[in-house]
Every structure is written in structure tokens, then in C-alpha cells.
């Protein structure tokens, strides 16, 4: 069973900030937090990962709460191809490669 | 980071017949994974395929059932076999992003059973 929780379901409109909330309150102090999209008809597509400390690259922000219980995926700008399922995911150690998806967050942008 | 052609992209097969999926790598990688989306759910891990041994298992896959191959470092198949509606799904592969962070996916075939 997947180890972090996220909301069902999140809209945003075009051109605005999006806080993607995920709690993954049972994670050691080794695993990293990685979040992944899965555009309509496409295979999940990497987005970010952080471990402890917050996180920015050309795509997106992870802000990690400081007792790593939580965290939060920032889009600056939503856009309409941002569209997608999002999954936050524990990963790491004696788990490498084997990602547990749990449902994710469907995230709609509006026009 | 890694590309990865996957074929077939879709079809749709009689049950009781088999479909073997390919996955090539532009490069090559260690450890290739295999996923399954079900209907409207997320993605479950089949197994993992390592080059030269015997595909390791997730709980709930068995190796009759979906048989792999893993012939070389570019390369891997699955097989579903003697399929039933329930195998309905999309099957992913997948490989680590040859030093970068993060796993890159294929964009799946999408299989339907009648």
C-alpha cells in the first residue's frame, strides 16, 4: 500500500500558483520524497525530489515541512498542460526502483 | 536521460491468447521495471528485470503469467499470457534516469481483452 496520502482532486486556473499537499507522516530518515505526473494517455514523467531541505527546478517547487511529515509541490504558474494526475511517493534504500503509486491528486487547470 | 520505445502502443487481443510487449532503451541501464495500470487506477509494480537473472516478482505476479525476458543491457518482454478481460490494463516499463534522479517510463501499451 502506497505510504503517503493526497487529496483526490485539486483545480486551478491558468496562470496561478498550485499547492499540491502530500502527508507521508510514516517516512524514515533516509527515504526521499518524489513527485511524479502522469499526463492523459502518457506514461508518469518525473518532476522533483527532496530529502530534507526545499527543492526548485525548472518545473516545479518542493517545499518539505521541517519534521518531513509533509509536503508540498508548487507549480508558479499553472498552465494548461499541467493537467495530470501528480504522485507523491516515498522512495529509497532497499526500494529503489519499486515506486508505490497511490492514487494521486487529479489536478484540473481552467482556462 | 534515458529514452524508451515501447511497442506494441495498443491492441487488443482474444482471451486465452498471449501478447508479448517490447521495451528498448537508448542506452544502457541495469535494472528495467515493469508496471501495470489498471482501468481508472495507478500503477502496481509487476516485476524487476535484471540483465543475465531471473526477473524478481511483486506480491500477486507470478511468472507463468507474465514471463520476462531480459536478453541484453537495451532490452526487455513482457508476456501476458493466456489473457482473460481481467489483464484489461496499460503495462509500463521503466528504467532510472542513468545519472539523474528519478525513473523515466515509457508511454505504455495500452492492451484491451475480449
Known amino acids: 500500500d502506497a505510504k503517503t496520502t493526497q487529496p483526490n482532486s485539486m483545480e486551478s486556473n491558468e496562470e496561478e500558483p498550485v499547492h499540491l499537499p502530500c502527508n507521508h507522516s510514516?517516512?524514515?530518515?533516509?527515504?526521499?520524497i518524489h513527485w511524479y505526473r502522469q499526463l492523459p494517455s502518457q506514461g508518469p514523467e518525473y518532476v522533483i525530489h527532496?530529502?530534507?531541505s526545499n527543492v526548485n527546478n525548472r518545473m516545479a517547487s518542493l517545499a518539505i515541512a521541517e519534521d518531513r511529515k509533509s509536503s508540498t509541490l508548487i507549480l508558479h504558474r499553472a498552465t494548461l498542460r499541467d493537467a495530470a494526475v501528480y504522485y507523491c511517493?516515498?522512495?529509497?534504500?532497499?526500494?529503489?526502483?519499486?515506486?508505490?503509486f497511490g492514487q494521486g491528486t487529479i489536478l484540473t487547470v481552467h482556462p | 536521460s534515458a529514452v524508451i520505445s515501447q511497442k506494441p502502443s495498443r491492441d487488443i487481443c482474444q482471451r486465452g491468447t498471449s501478447l508479448t510487449i517490447q521495451c528498448q532503451v537508448d542506452?544502457?541501464?541495469?535494472?528495467m521495471f515493469w508496471y501495470r495500470q489498471q482501468p481508472g487506477q495507478s500503477l502496481t509494480l509487476i516485476a524487476t528485470?535484471?540483465?543475465?537473472?531471473?526477473?524478481?516478482?511483486e506480491s500477486g505476479f507470478v511468472i507463468d503469467k507474465f514471463p520476462i525476458s531480459r536478453p541484453n543491457l537495451t532490452f526487455s518482454t513482457l508476456t501476458v499470457s493466456n489473457m482473460s478481460p481481467e489483464d484489461s490494463s496499460i503495462y509500463l516499463c521503466?528504467?532510472?534516469?542513468?545519472?539523474?534522479?528519478?525513473?523515466?517510463f515509457g508511454s505504455g501499451t495500452r492492451l484491451t481483452v475480449v
Open positions: 521503466s528504467v532510472d534516469r542513468q545519472l539523474l534522479w528519478g525513473y523515466t
Open positions: 510514516t517516512i524514515s530518515g533516509t527515504d526521499y
Open positions: 527532496g530529502l530534507t
Open positions: 511517493i516515498e522512495t529509497g534504500g532497499t526500494s529503489y526502483g519499486k515506486l508505490t
Open positions: 542506452s544502457q541501464v541495469t535494472m
Open positions: 528485470a535484471n540483465q543475465g537473472s531471473e526477473a524478481t516478482y
